[in-house]
């Protein structure tokens, strides 16, 4: 590398050299030569970090499972590229316009820089003619390391701190970078207009091509404009632009870089913009109909650890789990029920994947567009994946019949069925009826596919409400047991402390996306998973980032889930409140599903779930003022609704689920458990963690129950029982894991001087 002397003893020999100290003009400038050196390396140390290894914040692209790209999130829509993927006729564009001598000269502009210095000294403007270097230097000051306006305004300031500083750090590249990668920050740190940073945006923007395979016309347009990208904007001013390009074109064949015949055939070149430009949309509304899913996609990240300013400079790649063709099928069937300018009516469908480690979220539709058109009465709010505030009606009755098969129940036991008018114990005052006519017993089975509310009500007399209220947040349900603010009740606890027998009949806020990992949950027998939209996350060099994802849990035993399947299978059958949905939809798989609708009729809802694939879908009033909904084609607001869950919310579901299950395999659901057919109490699982490995197992051997065994680092002793899932209440024959001590785990570090 080379080598030179320092800042200050360069300035002096080229003061002296010039004849500046001879007429007397640098004599004031010297005495704090050495002051301004100093604040110089100041600035040099302050900018090291990202100017001298060339990181810049570039754009994070959304994908769907397939990798291709769904969004863009960006602060400057920049792709950092190496200079193997830059053509040589930009580079050569580049040089012959800013700096011929690039790679023959040092870094530091001495000339200019003395310039400045005497111009400071007798109240004249400081000038620029900076080496390329040094335009890297200050284009990085301006578009990275600056964060604010005031930090943009003072990287540009024409003052002479700014141009000292710059000249200093130019120098420390000059010694420490190769020629050619300094070349090529430069082309991905600069500004090319209308929000194109860098090259590789550029050749994008502007001609639809990337950095290697621009042409000597594109490429001369592209290094004319970094003096002024407003001045030579080739779209507003292209009489300008074309002048300036066919400047730098001269510049390059003087500079041999191309011959005479080359530069007359690019001279005579159109533009050749590829119009109109190719600019990338930044945010969740350049994903068009998945905007919803990206939506969900920011705030599930945001939650795991990596936030939107970190996306919007880190240059990740998110590939998501959002299905393209399931994604298209979802929203044709939300548009299909429901027109998306349709006033007051929204309808809405997530789906989600089963798994015993994941719960992978395939779409999230709705029928409103994701945008701020307000007359096309598009939004940004994230319909699928946040709770409405009307409620899902009598879904909910999933989670009495859940609790009742936890405290012993079967799905084959007789329960009674109140007449209307039926006044619940647990809450005064609270009087329930029916929608028809039912027999006064039916099987729990029966009632979960005709929906009697009296029967529900009464079953939580036999449950209690909590255990209901539970059973929800365990299943699903988790933003019910979220609150609000600091010292304020969740939705769960103000339920319970209420006694409000109402919970069954489903009246709190649900989203669709919720409702759809219930399902999940009990088609992954019982094991539950966030609602995960991501698959991987990986930075620039291609690295995995970690997710903090929540970890699964076995939130009910596998055969009670796997029963309450079973429970939930008449309801596309004849006689169950979604058969005429099922039957028009041609529907043919087994199915555990559930219907739901307000007392109101102002929203209602759907949940089902194949071995394969789960769903629901959410119809209401979108309105600041809701209304009860009347189904037609198309549902409307209306005095007296009649909408219920069979109608518009199973339409949707199965209208989406047929072509998105398509031609997979039929599969059976999950073989139910006798004791959760006919009822039989749970056995409670044996406390043992404290104890060692061999006298848990047997301990829990001897109740009935299959042990599994894992190890975990841990302070604890060796083979001392550290965790227990599940706890609680179990089945006999059903696993429980123990996860015992490694005992490698030290004690914590001592403080420094002890």
Same mark, same amino acid.
């Given at each position: 590398m080379r080598r030179s002397m320092t800042l200050g003893a360069r300035l002096l020999a080229i003061g002296v050299v010039g004849g500046v100290l001879l007429a007397g003009l640098l004599y004031p400038v010297v005495g704090g030569l050495g002051q301004l050196a100093g604040q110089a390396v100041n600035g040099v140390e302050a900018t090291t970090p990202g100017v001298l290894d060339g990181e810049m914040p570039s754009v994070t692209t959304i994908t769907d499972d397939a990798g291709a790209p769904l969004a863009y999130l960006?602060?400057?829509?920049?792709?950092?590229?190496?200079?193997?993927?830059?053509? #040589?006729?930009?580079?050569?564009?580049?040089?012959?316009?800013?700096?011929?001598?690039?790679f023959v000269e040092s870094g530091l502009d001495a000339r200019g820089v003395v310039r400045a210095l005497v111009n400071n000294s007798t109240g004249g403007a400081t000038q620029g003619a900076s080496t390329l270097t040094e335009q890297y230097v200050k284009n990085y000051d301006e578009y990275v390391a600056a964060q604010t306006p005031a930090e943009q305004l003072r990287a540009t300031a024409p003052n002479l701190g700014r141009k000292v500083r710059e000249a200093e750090v130019a120098e420390q590249l000059?010694?420490?970078?190769?020629?050619?990668?300094?070349?090529?920050?430069?082309?991905n740190v600069v500004s090319f207009g209308n929000q194109a940073f860098g090259v590789q945006a550029a050749a994008r923007t502007y001609f639809d091509t990337t950095a290697d395979r621009l042409t000597v016309p594109q490429a001369a347009l592209l290094a004319g404009m970094v003096q002024s990208p407003a001045a030579y904007d080739p779209v507003r001013h292209p009489g300008a632009a074309t002048g300036r390009r066919n400047v730098v074109i001269d510049q390059m064949a003087q500079q041999g870089d191309i011959t005479p015949a080359q530069?007359?055939?690019?001279?005579?070149?159109?533009?050749?913009?590829?119009?109109?430009?190719? /600019?990338?949309?930044?945010?969740?509304? /350049?994903?068009?109909?998945?905007?919803?899913?990206?939506?969900?996609?920011?705030?599930?990240?945001g939650r795991a650890g990596i936030d939107a300013d970190e996306l919007r400079r880190g240059g990740y790649t998110v590939r998501t789990t959002m299905n393209r063709a399931a994604m298209d099928q979802a929203k044709a069937a939300v548009d299909a029920e429901v027109p998306p300018t349709q006033p007051h009516v929204a309808d809405v469908l997530s789906v989600v994947a089963p798994g015993a480690d994941s719960h992978r979220v395939t779409a999230m539709a709705a029928n409103r567009g994701y945008g701020l058109d307000a007359a096309q009465r598009q939004t940004t709010y994230d319909l699928p994946g946040t709770p409405e505030n009307l409620g899902a009606g009598s879904v909910y009755k999933i989670f009495t019949s859940s609790a009742y098969l936890a405290q012993g129940g079967g799905v084959d036991n007789v329960i009674p069925v109140p007449g209307n008018g039926y006044a619940s114990p647990l809450t005064p005052g609270f009087v329930v009826s029916n929608d028809g006519d039912y027999p006064p017993q039916m099987t729990l089975q029966d009632a979960?596919?005709?929906?009697?509310? #009296?029967?529900?009500v009464k079953l939580e007399e036999t449950t209690g409400i909590a255990p209901v209220v539970d059973m929800a947040v365990k299943l699903g349900l988790r933003s019910l047991a979220e609150a609000p603010g600091p010292g304020q009740q969740s939705i769960a606890d103000e339920v319970k402390n209420q006694h409000q027998a109402s919970f069954t009949l /489903?009246?709190?806020?649900?989203?669709?996306?919720?409702?759809?990992?219930? /399902?999940?949950?009990?088609?992954?027998?019982?094991?539950?998973?966030?609602?995960?939209?991501?698959?991987?996350?990986?930075?620039?060099?291609?690295?995995?980032?970690?997710?903090?994802?929540?970890?699964?849990?076995?939130?009910?035993?596998?055969?009670?889930?796997?029963?309450?399947?079973?429970?939930?299978?008449?309801?596309?059958?004849?006689?169950?409140?979604?058969?005429?949905?099922?039957?028009?939809?041609?529907?043919n798989r087994p199915t555990a599903a559930k219907t739901g609708t307000t007392q109101t009729s102002e929203s209602g809802a759907f949940v089902a779930a194949t071995p394969s694939l789960a769903a629901a879908a959410i119809t209401f009033d979108d309105s600041s003022t809701p209304r009860p909904i009347c189904t037609g084609s198309p549902p409307t607001t209306c005095g007296t609704g009649n909408l219920f869950g069979?109608?518009?919310?199973?339409?949707?579901?199965?209208?989406?689920?047929?072509?998105?299950?398509?031609?997979?395999?039929?599969?059976?659901?999950?073989?139910?458990?006798?004791?959760?057919?006919?009822?039989?109490?749970? #056995? #409670?699982?044996?406390?043992?963690?404290?104890?060692?490995?061999?006298?848990?197992?047997?301990?829990?051997?001897?109740?009935?129950?299959?042990?599994?065994?894992?190890t975990a680092d841990s302070r604890a002793?060796?083979?001392?029982?550290?965790?227990?899932n599940p706890l609680g209440g179990g089945v006999e024959g059903q696993t429980i894991t123990v996860t015992t001590s490694t005992g490698r785990l030290g004690p914590p570090p001592r403080a420094p001087g002890t």
């Open positions: 960006y602060d400057q829509n920049r792709q950092s590229v190496a200079s193997n993927q830059i053509s #040589t006729a930009m580079k050569a564009a580049i040089v012959a316009i800013e700096d011929r001598r690039f000059d010694h420490t970078v190769p020629k050619d990668q300094i070349l090529t920050w430069y082309l530069a007359a055939e690019a001279t005579a070149a159109p533009l050749g913009l590829d119009q109109p430009l190719h /600019g990338l949309t930044e945010g969740c509304i /350049g994903a068009g109909d998945a905007g919803f899913f990206c939506s969900y996609v920011l705030d599930y990240l979960l596919a005709q929906s009697p509310n #009296t029967a529900f /489903g009246p709190t806020p649900t989203s669709s996306l919720e409702l759809a990992n219930v /399902g999940a949950t009990l088609a992954s027998h019982g094991m539950w998973c966030p609602p995960n939209p991501v698959q991987s996350v990986t930075d620039p060099a291609g690295q995995t980032v970690p997710v903090n994802n929540a970890a699964c849990e076995q939130v009910v035993p596998g055969p009670l889930a796997d029963t309450e399947m079973t429970g939930l299978s008449k309801d596309d059958q004849p006689g169950g409140t979604s058969v005429a949905a099922a039957t028009a939809a041609g529907w069979g109608t518009t919310p199973a339409q949707t579901w199965y209208r989406a689920m047929t072509p998105i299950l398509g031609s997979t395999p039929v599969q059976p659901l999950p073989a139910p458990d006798p004791r959760f057919l006919t009822g039989g109490r749970l #056995t #409670t699982i044996p406390a043992v963690i404290g104890d060692p490995v061999d006298q848990a197992t047997s301990e829990l051997r001897d109740a009935g129950f299959v042990v599994a065994t894992a002793p060796a083979g001392t029982v550290i965790g227990e």
